[in-house]
């Protein structure tokens, strides 16, 4: 048997070795649970950070469609706004033409007319409330009688002058209007139509006589027409004329201003081969805007189908 005291010590020797172990194991194992909580940690914060991400990534996609949904309605709404523009800059160049056209006017209008009788009146009212004291004041106001008279006779003579030239000019469109209609009776009443308004006469030639359909290059029967027109007024030098091109409303406006444009154009060509004063010829696109009825159906669009020679006295 062994020593008591050398199984004590044995005992010993084994317990510190045993004891020594575990702790060196405790150690190793601890820092690598410490590691691995901070890794731990580590991936939890990415986690919630892609997480984030996430949520950040769904917000701009949902806010990327909806600028795509207002892009898209600020691209309907700009071109709705290109639309109302070019119609609203139609009808401003159309009321610029026509206002050209009423300053063109001849000032023997009724307005003018008007304004020369209330000239005459007042003059009137005045002589008369001057004459109540002439015979107290005869010596004093014989002067001024004699002007208040001639002031009256000079009215009455622009009013005269006045009339005469309305007379004139009416008995001149009536004289060019039955002209006209004997030179177009041989063609049928849809073919062409004569009409006074404004001082103006107004022979309107459908688009039939004149061009094929959908061309501006006059064809035989339109350049005989315009030959019927010019032999009229080879002796009238005292006239300017407009000639106005209109279509239907089939196609695009711009496509309508350029074949109305065009029409007139060819019309106005025409009559200065024929003879006429190039001065005294305008021409004038009016596009679709200025239908003689509804372009409902083709009847319709036919009549609208037109140009249109507006001829005007000149002032002399």
């Known amino acids: ?137 005869a010596f004093e106001n014989d002067a001024y009688l004699d002007s208040l008279e001639h002031m009256v006779a000079k009215q009455q003579y622009e009013i005269n002058m006045l009339y005469d030239q309305v007379s004139y000019y009416q008995g001149q469109l009536n004289e060019i209007e039955n002209n006209l209609n004997t030179a177009f009776s041989a063609y049928e009443k849809g073919q062409y139509s004569i009409e006074q308004k404004n001082n103006k006469l107004y022979l309107s030639l459908s688009h039939d006589l004149l061009f094929r359909k959908g061309s501006s290059r006059l064809d035989r029967s339109g350049i005989n027409a315009l030959q019927q027109f010019v032999a009229n007024f080879e002796q009238k030098p005292d006239l300017e004329f407009i000639i106005e091109g209109h279509s239907d409303s089939d196609g695009s406006p711009s496509k309508n201003w350029e074949i109305s444009t065009k029409r007139a154009v060819a019309v106005v060509n025409q009559l200065i081969k024929l003879g006429m004063d190039p001065k005294t010829i305008t021409a004038s696109g009016r596009s679709f805007y200025m239908p003689l009825v509804p372009n409902t159906n083709e009847t319709n669009k036919s009549k609208n189908r037109r140009t249109e020679i507006i001829i005007i006295p000149i002032e002399k």
Not at 58 to 74: F, P
Not at 92 to 121: G, H, P, Q, V
């Open 1 to 137: 048997m062994k020593n008591p005291t050398t199984k004590t010590l044995s005992f010993i020797l084994l317990l510190s070795f045993v004891s020594c172990v575990p702790a060196k194991k405790y150690k190793q194992l601890e820092e690598v649970t410490n590691k691995t909580k901070d890794e731990n940690k580590s991936f939890h914060t990415v986690m919630e950070e892609n997480e984030i991400l996430k949520q950040d990534l769904l917000i701009a996609e949902r806010n990327l469609r909806d600028a795509y949904s207002e892009n898209e309605i600020l691209t309907i709404g700009n071109k709705r706004l290109a639309n109302d523009f070019e119609d609203i800059y139609t009808r401003y160049e159309e009321a610029i033409t026509d206002n050209n056209s009423l300053i063109d006017a001849n000032s023997f209008t009724k307005m003018e007319m008007e304004r020369k009788m209330n000239e005459l009146e007042t003059e009137q009212k005045i002589f008369a409330y001057s004459s109540k004291g002439i015979n107290d004041y």
